[in-house]
């Protein structure tokens, strides 16, 4: 039996909740960039949006216990996420004594857009989205069409293997090609990065 | 090299729910002990992010160490480590058989005979810890009158005592000769030596007594360590 995604997250808060932090580590992993750009959209600082993240994912393990199975981890971490993003805003505006209304009601909150001020970010997040998708085209054309499948349109590897008629296998072999190439590439922008950096600061 | 793109292969699949339930549970452990297992997990995250979502502007952000620390938890990241664990088991077998043939030598060895430093200083101990100590003591000291110990603490070979009716204090050590530099010896230490079958050994009396007195002590000591011989 194939493990889908969400069998595969329950999997590991499992062995989280035995007490297997390396199985908790992978849930981090996976996640962490799309929580932080949930808590950057409340908070508009990524140094603190990092620290609500850190805290999120510290009391989801602490309290992993009482997670129940019948959401997704993902879910159940994001509303963690939102609500401690939440909490530091109320925190912050009693703090800076500009509190005029109610803000404890939850409607009180309006999701500003996101700031673009940081264009360091952006810079970073669309150089390593080019190189992906850079990587991506520069695949042979069986492995570019079995990744694409998968990533884009999100079909299994058995629906992958009918469209293009061939095993399984293959097309688990093919994917991971690409996806060995598209790591290689993260690789060497990570060890390029700093180089390229102070090239472009004034 | 190809067990390593055997592994790397099954993360792959197992990052798209394509892993049997078996085969999941067997590489969880493998990709959280090997760093470049964990990173390639992360990058095809990162990659599923930055093709999903156009607008994700945290991609190459990794919290992941702060969030172990905040939990009191070690990451292995290190390829250093990697090395240093690549052969885990190896390493628990040496540790065994290590210890092992340290409790066979060990077994081996004949217990240490007491020295007479030991079996003096203990004498000592026991001389002033024990209930009959002022007994032992004016035994070991006779001629010089009642005297009691000014401290039970000492240190091994050495005593400190003071002698009734007066505040006179004087101390009592005993040493392996080697060991001699640590006697503090001044100009009102007197030192006596004494040879027994397992070497010689210096007694020293320094305080605010009489020479002859001193003397006397020394006497004794010498007295009292051939009863111990």
């Known amino acids: 039996m194939k493990v889908s995604n969400k069998d595969l997250d329950l999997g590991l808060v499992k062995r989280a909740k035995a007490g297997d932090y390396q199985a908790f580590d992978l849930l981090v992993l996976k996640y962490q960039s799309r929580l932080i750009s949930t808590a950057f959209k409340f908070v508009k600082d990524l140094q603190i949006a990092e620290d609500l993240v850190q805290d999120s994912f510290i009391k989801s393990f602490k309290s992993i216990d009482s997670f129940r199975e019948d959401s997704t981890f993902y879910t159940w971490i994001y ?33 500003e857009p996101i700031d673009k001020d940081t264009p360091e970010n952006l810079f970073h997040a669309s150089q390593l989205r080019n190189i992906i998708i850079e990587s991506l085209n520069g695949l ?40 060995e190439v598209i790591d290689e590439a993260i690789k060497e922008y990570r060890k390029g990065n700093q180089s390229s950096l102070a090239e472009i600061k004034p | ?123 000592i101990v026991d001389a002033i810890d024990s209930p009959q100590g002022i007994e032992v003591l004016n035994n070991s000291v006779s001629g010089l009158g009642i005297l009691q110990d000014f401290k039970s603490n000492q240190k091994g070979t050495l005593a400190n005592y003071r002698v009734p009716n007066s505040n006179k204090t004087f101390k009592v050590s005993l040493y392996p000769i080697k060991e001699v530099n640590k006697i503090g010896v001044g100009e009102a230490t007197r030192i006596s030596y004494i040879k027994s079958k397992n070497g010689t050994y210096v007694v020293s009396v320094s305080g605010n007594i009489s020479t002859e007195k001193k003397n006397q002590i020394l006497q004794n000591a010498n007295f009292f360590a051939e009863k111990i011989n």
Not at chain 1, 143 to 153: C, H, I, M, V
Not at chain 2, 52 to 81: A, M
Not at chain 2, 90 to 116: D, H, K, N, R
Request: overall charge negative; proline content about 4%; charged content about 30%.
């Open chain 1, 79 to 111: 509303r963690i996420t939102v609500n401690t993003s939440k909490n530091y805003l109320v925190s912050k505006k009693r703090k800076d004594e500009i509190l005029q209304t109610d803000i404890s009601k939850e409607e009180n909150f309006i999701i």
């Open chain 1, 140 to 179: 042979g054309e069986d492995t570019k069409t079995a990744l694409t499948l998968r990533e884009f349109d999100g079909l299994s590897y058995e629906q992958i293997a009918e469209v293009v008629n061939c095993p399984v296998g293959t097309v688990r072999s093919r994917i991971f090609r690409g996806r």
């Open chain 2, 1 to 123: 090299m190809i067990k390593n793109k055997i592994m790397k292969e099954k993360i792959s699949a197992l990052a798209d729910g394509e892993l049997s339930d078996f085969e999941t549970r067997r590489i969880l452990s493998e990709i959280s002990s090997n760093p470049e297992y964990r990173e390639f997990w992360k990058n095809i995250h990162q990659g599923k992010e930055a093709l999903e979502n156009e607008e994700s502007e945290f991609l190459d952000i990794d919290i992941s160490n702060r969030v172990s620390f905040g939990l009191d938890k070690v990451q292995l990241k290190d390829p250093e480590q990697i090395k240093k664990h690549k052969y885990p088991q190896a390493s628990y077998i040496l540790a065994s058989l290590f210890g092992f043939c340290a409790v066979i030598i060990y077994s081996l060895i004949p217990p240490p005979i007491e020295s007479f430093s030991d079996i003096a200083s203990q004498r």
